[in-house]
């Protein structure tokens, strides 16, 4: 059937019509393609969704073995990398190619290379290229590197893919990269092929765009060329199988752009077929295809190897040896004997090998191209299916070698980078936010931020520490609000609020975690709605809430046996809750409230983190944290009586270490009592400078984060305002043992204080009774005044002589 003698093309459109002969029938309608979709069809991609089925229709009746194919093509232009070399404007421009030669010419342009017909009418051989197959845990472990080992080092590093000749049918030969390619060491998937590859990994997409792609394949190739000239690639073949990944991660948006290069060396005039490939089945027995495989099975075994890339062979009627190829002159002595080359082939296709071919061909020419004149190439292709092994598909050709002289030391040409989806020369994008889980996605952005501190201004910042934290926040109110956020944004995973009032109408306009719809009702708890409002923000953030009071000094327990029985359970509970945490932030309304966390925290070496509010002044501050037991030597100032007054003058501001710095309470020369009897509105309410709260709560997950970054943590000695000009103890700077702020001022101190010897919450005295008896001492000090503790610990004998002291100095003043 003839086609129609004008070109039958839009310019207007740009579009091409396409008439496939069939013979005895009519031409089917005519299908109209755009540019992109004409050559991604010309590639017979198989995931190619844009034409459409009368176009897929059309394309199979014309690339039928034997049917005739016209093709009309834009005179003089290049169409999916096959060089149109027709006249313009004439008739005879427009060629009827067969489909055989048609589908010659697509894998000429799918290697990259013009093809011609070899000299003697030998067609050229053509080669299927690999089609990148990147697991989604390979994006996964590129971002962890990037993150924690690379940041901002680009330089190449080496991975390693693999491949697999037994794909069922109408599958692309696939170089595939799994999350395991980062560990060179590690083993190769049953029956696969290794490869070696190197990742070049971008900082910008500029970079990516700009790279030099000729520049790295020319590299690639040179080293594939010292490969076989030097002889390593036949002692190591898979040196033939290198491949290069270049990449940009973006990882705000979880966007991959990637560009493969398989680098393939080969000879301008191509390398002929002297015989078609044909199926193995027709030039083998049954017995020698089960000695082929027994034979080949036998020498990977041997050698410790999952496949063998290439490798020698030689048959007989009933016998088929396999050998490797550093074997050759024991296996071939013979030099008038049939020499055949086997290769793993990833490839499905009838009547063309897939790539690792091509440098193999190269390295036979070079090595061997003195003695032959051509070769027999078996394309070995190992496929189990329903339980059957098969390889009567894989393929049998012989070549004619290409000639390379002996003068031909440098390297030859290269192809390799590996064409988009439009079937262009150009990178693909992966977009993995589309199918991730959007809480693991959260996390990872959350952490991104972080870990990019530690790209260039932070180094040395161990994320771990802070993030592994385990936070109980006493206290959900304006301070506790301001401090879970805060420890949120620096990625702390597990957050406890413990707090017994709930949600009023006043709080959320304060309290940021809160909403106008909690305060209906009654109010929710706040302890409980704090911890479901941070999971809202963050999912991967394990928080609790406990609505739970804290029994105080000063606030009677016992009452009736209920009252009683329920304050031992909230503190056991209480006891609980901090041994189960890293870090205790002190968060509450009134001063008496801290006690009883203060002190357990102190007795089980927790370390306390505490922040009060004035009106425009605020204290953050640490406690001090005592030796373990078991390394407690000497005395300490809390120990003696005179300690604190010797060490005050010389060690007040400076050199303190932590286990002798004060707590909360080592100020006070009054126990702490019922602090809201007999007050009026403004003096039961937290009346404060509303930032004031944000402010504080920034600096005490601050000060944690310093903490947990020095190498001693809570026993760091002290910094004090007078090492503001000294090299800082940290990367983040200083640790201080307490933040004092006057908001009037816009001004922040960091005054430093002992432990005293007889504080009411932290000295050896109240520690020895509470571990000694522990509810018991606690119901005492619950249902007893002030004076227990003054009693317990001297502070009422420290009055008396103090009042005696006065009383003395009047009379001195009175003495003539």
């Known amino acids: 059937m003839n086609f129609p003698a004008t070109p039958l093309f839009s310019p207007s459109s740009r579009r091409w019509s396409i008439f496939p002969g069939v013979s005895g029938r009519e031409a089917p309608p005519r299908v109209l393609l755009t540019a992109a979709r004409a050559a991604r069809a010309a590639r017979c991609i198989p995931a190619c969704s844009s034409p459409s089925c009368s176009m897929r229709r059309a394309l199979a009746a014309a690339t039928a073995p034997g049917a005739p194919l016209g093709i009309l093509f834009l005179p003089g232009r290049s169409w999916g990398g096959i060089t149109g070399r027709f006249r313009e404007n004439s008739e005879a421009a427009w060629p009827r190619l067969s489909a055989d030669s048609y589908r010659c010419q697509i894998m000429a342009s799918v290697g990259g290379e013009s093809r011609h017909p070899a000299e003697g009418g030998h067609p050229n051989l053509q080669f299927v290229p690999f089609s990148s197959a990147l697991d989604a845990g390979f994006w996964h472990e590129l971002t962890q590197k990037k993150l924690n080992e690379y ?315 802070v993030v592994s934290a385990k936070c109980l926040l006493l206290g959900a109110g304006t301070l506790g609000c301001s401090v879970a956020r805060i420890l949120m944004g620096w990625g702390v995973r597990k957050i406890t609020f413990v707090d017994n009032a709930n949600i009023s109408y006043s709080n959320p306009v304060r309290q940021p975690l809160y909403e106008f719809e909690d305060c209906l009702e009654g109010g929710k708890s706040k302890a409980v709605a704090a911890a479901e409002r941070l999971q809202k923000i963050f999912p991967g953030v394990k ?163 310093s903490i947990l970054q020095h190498p001693e943590g809570g026993y760091a000695v002290a910094s004090s305002s007078d090492d503001r000009m000294n090299e800082p103890p940290t990367s983040l700077g200083l640790v201080p043992h307490q933040i004092r702020g006057f908001l009037s001022r816009f001004d922040n101190v960091l005054p430093v204080s002992l432990a005293f010897d007889k504080c009411t919450a932290c000295s050896p005295k109240v520690l020895d009774q509470y571990e000694r008896e522990g509810f018991n001492f606690l119901a005492k000090v619950f249902n007893s005044s002030h004076s227990f503790l003054e009693d317990l610990t001297g502070l009422t004998l420290l009055h008396q002589e103090t009042q005696a002291a006065e009383i003395w100095d009047i009379s001195d003043d009175e003495t003539l």
């Open 151 to 465: 940041k901002l080092d680009e330089s190449p590093k080496p991975i390693r893919g693999y491949y697999y000749n037994g794909d069922p049918p109408g599958m692309p030969a696939r170089l595939t990269l799994e999350f395991s390619a980062f560990d060179m060491n590690g083993p190769t998937p049953a029956h696969c092929c290794p490869a070696i590859g190197m990742l070049y990994n971008t900082n910008t997409l500029e970079s990516f765009k700009s790279c030099d792609k000729k520049l790295l394949l020319d590299q690639a190739a040179t080293e594939i060329w010292d490969a076989i000239t030097s002889g390593n690639a036949i002692k190591n073949p898979v040196l033939l199988n290198k491949f290069l990944l270049l990449t940009f991660a973006d990882l705000k948006r979880y966007r991959f752009y990637y560009w493969f290069c398989y680098p393939a060396l080969y000879v301008p005039e191509g390398i002929p077929l002297v015989k078609q490939p044909v199926p193995l089945n027709t030039k083998f027995s049954p017995a020698q295809s089960e000695a082929l495989q027994i034979s080949y099975d036998q020498l990977c075994q041997k050698e410790g190897l999952t496949a063998l890339p290439y490798f020698l062979i030689k048959y007989h009627e009933d016998s088929v040896h396999v050998s490797l190829l550093r074997n050759w002159d024991d296996f071939f002595p013979d030099q008038q004997e049939k020499v055949t080359f086997g290769v793993y082939d990833p490839c499905n296709f009838i009547q063309y090998p897939g790539w690792p071919l091509r440098n193999m061909l190269i390295l036979a020419a070079h090595r061997w191209g003195g003695l032959l004149q051509s070769v027999e190439v078996l394309c070995f292709r190992d496929r189990t299916m329903q339980g059957a092994r098969d390889i009567s598909h894989s393929i049998l050709f012989e070549v004619k070698l290409p000639q390379l002289t002996s003068s031909s030391a440098d390297c030859p040409k290269a192809v390799g980078w590996e064409k988009n989806s439009k079937g262009c020369m150009g990178p693909r994008m992966v977009n993995l936010s589309e199918c991730m889980d959007p809480k693991r996605l959260a996390e990872s952005s959350v952490d991104l931020n972080l870990k990019l501190m530690c790209w260039r201004l932070v180094p040395t910042l161990d994320l771990e520490k």
């Open 543 to 705: 928080a609790e809430g406990f609505n739970m009071s804290i029994p105080m000094p000063g606030h009677p327990v016992n009452f009736s046996e209920t009252t009683l029985q329920q304050a031992q359970k909230d503190v056991a509970q209480l006891e609980k809750l901090i041994d189960g945490h890293d870090v205790i932030f002190l968060l509450m309304d009134t001063r008496e409230s801290r006690w009883l966390p203060a002190v357990i925290s102190a007795s089980k070496r927790k370390l306390v983190i505490n922040a009060a509010l004035g009106f425009d002044t605020f204290v953050v501050m640490r406690h001090g944290l005592k030796k373990p037991k078991n390394h407690e030597t000497g005395e300490s100032p809390c120990n003696n009586s005179s300690g604190s007054v010797d060490l005050l003058g010389s060690s007040l501001f400076s050199n303190i270490p932590g286990y002798k710095l004060g707590c909360y309470f080592c100020n006070d020369v009054v126990a702490p009592g019922d602090s809201t009897r007999d007050r009026t509105l403004d003096q039961q309410c937290t009346v404060s400078r509303p930032g004031l709260a944000m402010i504080a709560g920034a600096l005490a997950v601050e000060l944690m984060v």
